[in-house]
T-cell receptor, first 116, second 116 residues
Framework: SQTIHQWPATLVQPVGSPLSLECTVE??????LYWYRQAAGRGLQLLFY??????ISSEVPQNLSASRPQDRQFILSSKKLLLSDSGFYLC???????????????FGSGTRLTVV | AQTVTQSQPEMSVQEAETVTLSCTYD???????LFWYKQPPSRQMILVIR??????QNATENRFSVNFQKAAKSFSLKISDSQLGDTAMYFC?????????????FGKGTKLTVNP
């Protein structure tokens, strides 16, 4: 069966420090991968999505970047964190298979990032 | 572009009663899928129910059912026999097409509290 792992679960980082959040999917190949951010009490904002290795699209201009060095690995990074980067970050994946039923996304358990 | 609107930011219900969460969407597509996701205090995103637009029959999953009105572009979620564990944020979501690399579009969510 497919599983998605996301870590760390919680992170407290000082302003100006770097960031690396990792997400991996098991049990499937060539998935679509997504990074979402959820600010406190708000909805989900799509940050990045990837349809393949080194194929990343950014939805919102920001202080963050994403990379996909391997088929089932998706990394969210920042060189210098801002206070506004605080939030809850969710990784998700779905099957890239046109013509099949669409089962939506499967989400990781999330990372709570606090920038201090 | 597709949009999803949840007009009820917060709702509450007594345990064992029934509650209906509203969702409307805007699209020119004829083939799409709709979803309800639940996000409990743990913040894990959990798929509750999905509906295929080409199916007239409303989806049902145990105590959860939907009222899908395609012409009105309405997709409400009914929770019967509410339980304390149903306390969560509920997100309505839309994705076009049968599959592939389309993006999931979320509403802003409804915070549901089930009172004992």
């Amino acid at each position: 069966s497919q599983t998605i792992h996301q870590w760390p679960a919680t992170l407290v980082q000082p302003v100006g420090s770097p960031l690396s959040l990792e997400c991996t999917v098991e049990g499937t190949s060539n998935p679509n991968l997504y990074w979402y951010r959820q600010a406190a009490g708000r909805g989900l904002q799509l940050l990045f999505y990837s349809i393949g290795i080194d194929q990343i699209s950014s939805e919102v201009p920001q202080n963050l970047s994403a990379s996909r060095p391997q088929d089932r690995q998706f990394i969210l990074s920042s060189k210098k964190l801002l206070l506004s980067d605080s939030g809850f970050y969710l990784c998700a994946w779905n099957v890239k298979r046109v013509g099949w039923p669409n089962y939506g996304y499967t989400f990781g358990s999330g990372t709570r990032l606090t920038v201090v | 572009a597709q949009t999803v609107t949840q007009s009820q930011p917060e709702m509450s219900v007594q345990e064992a009663e029934t509650v209906t969460l509203s969702c409307t969407y805007d699209t020119s597509e004829s083939n799409y899928y709709l979803f309800w996701y639940k996000q409990p205090p743990s913040r894990q995103m959990i798929l509750v129910i999905r509906q295929e637009a080409y199916k007239q029959q409303n989806a049902t999953e145990n105590r959860f059912s939907v009222n899908f009105q395609k012409a009105a572009k309405s997709f409400s979620l009914k929770i019967s026999d509410s339980q304390l564990g149903d306390t969560a944020m509920y997100f309505c979501a839309f994705i076009k097409g049968p599959g592939g690399s389309e993006k999931l579009v979320f509403g802003k969510g409804t915070k549901l509290t089930v009172n004992p």
